[in-house]
């Protein structure tokens, strides 16, 4: 991931045309795109989405709503590490309520925010196909399974 505090116009116009040339102009790439865009800047500025807008002729507001809909997306700035955690019933019903409570008293963040120092964003997140190793959470693309709320300080210790 591109360091974000040193993210300039060139450097996000870089990084969409990479993308648009890896997937092309197909509207039907239109989240392959933004996927790419957000996991290399760690969130979508206007300045990409603009440029997306225009290489795929799809109208900004359709990129805002796609952003808004999708959990990975985001059009703010996130942490250095983005936390998921899957609030789907096969998780929950496993123990997932008292993994999540963990995790907002462990990181002192509620849902959909970011830590003062920049390291960490804590978002939910529905089903991530895992469900046979509930309660789950991904952080970054690391997937964690059979979490309990013992384990939280552990896992969130190997990120720097
Ligand atoms: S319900 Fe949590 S991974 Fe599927």
Known sequence: MTDRSKIDSNAVLDVVRTAV?????K??????????????????PDAALE??????????????S???????????????HVIQFCESAPCHVV???EVWEALKE????????????GKWSLITTSCLGVCGVGPVIMID???????????????LSRYS
Do not use: C, Q, W
């Open 27 to 44: 509207r039907e790439e239109l989240i392959p795109i933004m996927n790419d865009v957000n996991r290399e800047l760690g969130y979508l």
């Open 141 to 155: 693309d690391d997937i964690y399974g059979s979490v309990k709320p013992g384990d939280v300080p552990d896992i």
């Open 21 to 25: 040339e890896r997937h092309g102009t």
């Open 95 to 97: 123990g997932g309520r």
């Open 66 to 80: 796609v952003a808004t809909f999708y959990h990975m997306l985001s059009t703010k700035p996130r942490g250095r």
């Open 51 to 64: 440029e997306i807008s225009k290489m795929l002729e799809t109208p900004t507001s359709k990129l805002f």
């Open 106 to 117: 462990n990181l002192g963040l509620e849902p959909d925010e970011t830590s003062k120092d």
